[in-house]
């Protein structure tokens, strides 16, 4: 009976030993389901702001805001390729692109691209044309955006309210 209670603390102590062990080394992130939670803490977001996001199984992005638009923070977190668990923080801030127009964000070595914005050009709609078919993702010209791409989904255009062409300001991370 002692043999068997010594092993199996062994064991457990063992298993404490390398989860830790992960964590340390940062191969443990964020669930899926957390990665809201753990931005506004990390980032000491307020409760009262809200979020526009997109989540794929490569990327996270989100845009805060405050209720009267006059303030906001983004984050993008990412699955790492190979041996980790969960997201992982990556990128994150106030940048003037995601204020005053629509910024397209790219993370090296990931094939997703994130575009965030307050709207203020009142985007309504993203169009992409992967070159046999367009597909089309419409925006409520009202509110703050984000959106996830695959880098390589084809030529993508975004259109204001008016029709008009929005270019998207490029970040490459």
Not at 135 to 141: A, F, S, V
């Given at each position: 009976?002692?043999?068997?209670?010594?092993?199996?603390?062994?064991?457990?102590?063992?298993?404490?030993?390398?989860?830790?062990?992960?964590?340390?080394?940062?191969?443990?992130?964020?669930n899926k389901?957390?990665?809201?939670?753990?931005?506004?803490?990390?980032?000491?977001?307020?409760?009262?702001?809200?979020?526009?996001?997109?989540?794929?199984?490569?990327?996270?992005?989100?845009?805060?805001?405050?209720?009267?638009?006059?303030?906001?923070?983004?984050?993008?977190?990412?699955?790492r390729p190979?041996?980790?668990?969960?997201?992982?923080?990556?990128?994150?801030?106030?940048?003037?692109?995601?204020?005053?127009?629509?910024?397209?964000?790219?993370?090296?070595?990931?094939?997703?691209?994130a575009f965030?914005?307050?709207?203020?050009?009142?985007?309504?709609?993203?169009?992409?044309?992967?070159?046999?078919?367009?597909?089309?993702?419409?925006?409520?010209?009202?509110?703050?955006?984000?959106?996830?791409?695959?880098?390589?989904?084809?030529?993508?255009?975004?259109?204001?309210?008016?029709?008009?062409?929005?270019?998207?300001?490029?970040?490459?991370?």
């Amino acid at each position: 009976m002692k043999k068997g209670i010594k092993y199996l603390s062994i064991f457990i102590i063992g298993i404490i030993a390398v989860v830790s062990l992960l964590y340390i080394n940062d191969t443990i992130g964020t669930n899926k389901s957390d990665i809201e939670k753990d931005a506004r803490s990390s980032q000491k977001i307020k409760d009262n702001w809200s979020v526009a996001k997109d989540t794929t199984d490569i990327m996270s992005a989100m845009i805060f805001y405050s209720d009267d638009f006059n303030d906001h923070t983004f984050s993008i977190y990412v699955n790492r390729p190979g041996f980790s668990f969960g997201y992982f923080f990556r990128l994150g801030g106030s940048i003037i692109e995601a204020e005053k127009y629509v910024a397209e964000i790219q993370i090296e070595g990931y094939n997703e691209r994130a575009f965030v914005s307050m709207n203020e050009q009142k985007v309504n709609k993203i169009e992409i044309d992967d070159g046999n078919s367009v597909q089309t993702i419409n925006i409520d010209t009202e509110k703050p955006f984000a959106v996830i791409l695959s880098a390589n989904a084809g030529n993508v255009t975004i259109y204001d309210i008016k029709g008009n062409i929005v270019e998207s300001i490029k970040h490459r991370v």
